[in-house]
C-alpha cells in the first residue's frame, strides 16, 4: 500500500504573529516557518504504518513556495520516501488546495491519504474533509488511534462527547489529532540521505485545469479584542471575596 | 432575502446547544428565514424538539440507517441536496459540524467559511486565525454560503417555545463504506464543558490523575464543570473531552478558574470569551496573568484546600 501525506508549511507555533499596522495581513517576514504540527503527526503515522509491514511507499506533497522544499526535505529526513512540491507563489484556499491534491490522488493512487486536521495558520479544518468529499471515499477525521487491517482502518476519534470508534474502508483519508502520536525527531545522518531522495516539482496550474474556484476575499486583519486589566489578589480570603462581589459563588 | 438552512446536532436524545447557538447568529442576518435539517434513525422525537426551537420555520426531518446520522458521509449529500433552495448553510463549529459542513462545502463547489464569531451582514463575516491571535473579515459574492459558527461567540436562545413544521425526507441510497463501531463517552454526571456557567480546570501543574480529584471536588462543590490543559491530558491526568483551548473545546463560561495552567496562546484562545478568568499559579511571571481578571500567585496544593473550606 501506498500512503500519500500532505503537509503544508506554517509560522512556527511558537512564534506570537502579529497584525500589520495597515490590516492587510499578518506580520511573516523572517519570521520562523516549519511543518504545520498536525502534518508533523500525519508523516509519523504514515512512518509507523510502513514501519510495522502494513505500507511499502511513502509520499509526501505540500502544495506552497518553492521555499516549502525545506519542509519536504524534513519529511524525508524523517523517512518518508519521495516528495512533491505543488508550486504556488500566492495563497491558495481550502477548496482550490483539495483539487489539486485530488489530482496528485489520482495520479498517485494511494490506499490511504493522512493529513492534518487543520492548519495553526488559517485553522481552517476543512481541506481534508473536503478531499475525502471529491475523491468520493471515506474520512476519519481527528483521529487519535489508527489500526489498519487489511482492507479496513479502525479509527478512533477525539470528538466532543469522548472517544468515538468509526470502521472505514480503504482507500481512504485520515486526520490527525494531537495524541495519534509523539512525531520523532530527525537526526543528522538522515537530513543528508534526505537529500538524495526524489523531490518534484509541479505547477499548481497543471492540477487545478477546469477548476472553477470560488475564493472567498478577506477583506480586513485585525488584533483580537483585549481583555480588560486585572486585579491581583493576595489570599484566599481575598478572591472568595472578589468572586463574590461579582455575584459568581 | 436570505434562507439559512442549518445542521441540528444532537445525541439521540436531546439538541445540542450548538445548534440554539448557529440559530442565534443566523438571526443576526436581517430578515433571516431559518431552517433546520436533522438526521437519525428514528427521527420523529428529536424532530420534534428540534421544532421547539424559536425563530425557525421547518426543520427537515431525515431518516438515516445503521446509525448513518452520526458519520459525515452518512448525511453530507442529504444537505447539500437539500441546500438547492437556500443562501445559506451552517453548522455548529463542534467536532459534529467540523467533520461534516466542509464535505457540504466541496460538494456544493464552495469554500467554507469556519468559525464565524461575528455576523458582520448576510455575506460578511468575522473570524479569528492563528490561534486567535487575528480575526479577519471573510465574504463571499457566490451563490452560496457554507459556514460553521464558534459556539463561544453567541447565545443560547429559546429552545422550548418554537413550532416549526415538520417536513419528513429518507435517504436513498445509504453508504457503506463508513460504519460507526462505538462511543466511549466522558462522565455525565457534572455540567457539560461547552455549555456550563463555571469550569474548574487543572493543569500539567496538577501532577498526575489522582491528584486531579482536587478539580473534580473543587468543581462538584460549585456546581461547575471540568476542563484541562493540553498538557493535562497528555499525561493521562483526565480524558481528552476536557481539553480547551485551539484545538480542543472553545469555551465562554461566567466563570473559568485555572490551576496550574501556564496560559500558552494555545490554551488561550479557548477561554478569551468567558466572562471573568480566574488564574492560580505559582508563578507569577506565567502569561495566563496577561488574560485573568483575578490573579492569585502560590501553591494550589495549598490554595485548593482552603478555597474548598471558604466556598
Ligand atoms: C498545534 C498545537 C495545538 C495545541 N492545542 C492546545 C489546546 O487546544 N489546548 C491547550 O491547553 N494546549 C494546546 N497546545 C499546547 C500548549 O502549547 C501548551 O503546551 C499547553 O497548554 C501547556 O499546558 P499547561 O499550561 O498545563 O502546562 P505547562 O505549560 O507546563 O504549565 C504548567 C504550569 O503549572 C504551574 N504549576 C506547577 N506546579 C504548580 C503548583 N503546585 N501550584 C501552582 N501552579 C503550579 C507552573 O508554574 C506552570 O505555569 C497546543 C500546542 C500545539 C503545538
Redesign the pocket.
Known amino acids: 500500500m501506498k500512503i500519500l501525506v500532505a503537509i503544508k508549511r506554517v509560522v512556527d507555533?511558537n512564534v506570537r504573529v502579529q497584525v500589520k499596522p495597515d490590516g492587510s495581513g499578518v506580520a511573516t517576514d523572517g519570521v520562523k516557518m516549519s511543518i504545520n504540527?498536525?502534518d508533523e503527526i500525519a508523516i509519523e503515522e504514515a512512518l509507523r504504518i510502513k514501519e510495522a509491514g502494513k505500507a511499502d511507499e511513502i509520499v509526501v506533497v505540500t502544495i506552497g513556495v518553492n521555499d516549502a522544499q525545506q519542509q519536504l526535505r524534513t519529511a524525508l529526513a524523517m523517512g518518508a520516501d519521495r516528495a512533491i512540491l505543488v508550486e504556488s507563489e500566492s495563497e491558495i484556499q481550502s477548496l482550490k488546495a483539495a483539487h489539486s491534491l485530488l489530482h496528485i490522488v489520482e495520479k498517485e493512487q494511494p490506499g490511504l491519504v493522512i493529513m492534518g486536521k487543520q492548519a495553526?495558520d488559517d485553522d481552517n479544518n476543512q481541506t481534508p474533509q473536503m478531499l475525502a468529499t471529491l475523491w468520493k471515499r471515506p474520512q476519519a477525521t481527528f483521529v487519535s488511534k489508527l489500526e489498519i487491517n487489511e482492507d479496513k482502518a479502525l479509527a478512533t476519534r477525539e470528538i466532543d462527547a469522548g472517544l468515538e470508534t468509526i470502521e472505514i474502508k480503504l482507500p481512504a483519508l485520515v486526520s490527525t489529532d494531537?495524541r495519534l502520536n509523539e512525531p520523532r525527531f530527525v537526526k543528522l545522518p538522515d537530513i543528508m540521505k534526505a537529500k538524495r531522495k526524489p523531490l518534484d516539482v509541479i505547477n499548481i496550474d497543471e492540477t487545478v485545469a477546469g477548476f472553477d474556484d470560488k475564493e472567498l476575499s478577506i477583506e480586513n486583519y485585525e488584533s483580537p479584542q483585549p481583555r480588560q486589566k486585572g486585579v491581583m489578589v493576595d489570599s484566599v480570603d481575598e478572591l472568595v471575596a472578589a468572586l463574590k462581589e461579582k455575584g459568581l459563588v | 432575502m436570505s434562507k439559512i438552512l442549518i445542521l441540528a446536532q444532537h445525541d439521540g436524545s436531546s439538541i445540542n446547544q450548538g445548534t440554539s447557538k448557529a440559530v442565534t447568529a443566523a438571526q443576526q442576518i436581517q430578515g433571516a428565514s431559518i431552517d433546520l435539517v436533522v438526521f437519525a434513525d428514528d427521527v420523529s422525537t428529536i424532530a420534534t424538539k428540534a421544532s421547539k426551537l424559536a425563530g425557525v420555520n421547518t426543520v427537515h426531518a431525515v431518516t438515516t440507517s445503521n446509525e448513518n446520522w452520526k458519520l459525515a458521509q452518512g448525511i453530507a449529500p442529504k444537505i447539500a441536496e437539500l441546500s438547492a433552495n437556500y443562501s445559506h448553510v451552517f453548522g455548529p463549529s463542534t467536532t459534529f459540524g467540523k467533520d461534516v459542513m466542509p464535505c457540504v462545502a466541496a460538494l456544493l463547489g464552495q469554500n467554507q467559511i469556519s468559525d464565524i464569531m461575528q455576523v458582520i451582514d448576510a455575506t460578511t463575516f468575522k473570524r479569528p486565525i492563528y490561534a486567535g491571535n487575528a480575526v479577519i473579515s471573510v465574504s463571499s459574492n457566490h451563490d452560496k454560503i457554507v459556514a460553521t459558527i464558534r459556539t463561544a461567540s453567541f447565545k443560547t436562545g429559546d429552545m422550548t417555545s418554537g413550532s416549526a413544521n415538520i417536513e419528513n425526507h429518507s435517504i436513498e441510497n445509504t453508504q457503506t463504506d463508513t460504519k460507526f463501531i462505538s462511543l466511549q463517552a466522558g462522565n455525565s454526571e457534572r455540567p457539560d464543558l461547552q455549555t456550563a456557567p463555571k469550569v474548574i480546570s487543572g493543569?500539567?501543574?496538577i501532577?498526575s490523575e489522582e491528584n486531579f480529584e482536587l478539580m473534580y471536588k473543587l468543581a462538584d462543590k460549585i456546581g461547575a464543570a471540568t476542563g484541562a490543559?493540553?498538557?493535562?491530558v497528555d499525561a493521562g491526568y483526565c480524558p481528552n473531552e476536557m481539553?480547551?483551548?485551539?484545538?480542543?473545546k472553545i469555551i465562554a463560561p461566567d466563570l473559568y478558574m485555572s490551576?496550574?495552567?501556564?496560559?500558552?496562546i494555545?490554551?488561550l484562545t479557548?477561554i478569551k470569551d468567558a466572562g471573568t478568568i480566574v488564574a492560580?499559579?505559582?508563578?507569577a511571571d506565567?502569561p495566563i496573568y496577561e488574560v485573568a481578571d483575578i490573579g492569585l500567585v502560590g501553591?494550589?496544593?495549598k490554595i485548593v484546600p482552603e478555597l474548598m473550606e471558604k466556598l
Do not use: E, M, W, Y
Not at chain 2, 243 to 248: A, S
Not at chain 2, 280 to 283: G, L, P, S, T, Y
Open positions: 507555533f504540527p498536525f495553526i494531537l | 493543569g500539567r501543574g501532577g490543559s493540553r498538557a493535562a481539553q480547551v483551548g485551539q484545538t480542543g490551576f496550574g495552567i501556564s496560559g500558552a494555545q490554551h479557548g492560580i499559579n505559582k508563578d506565567a501553591d494550589l496544593f
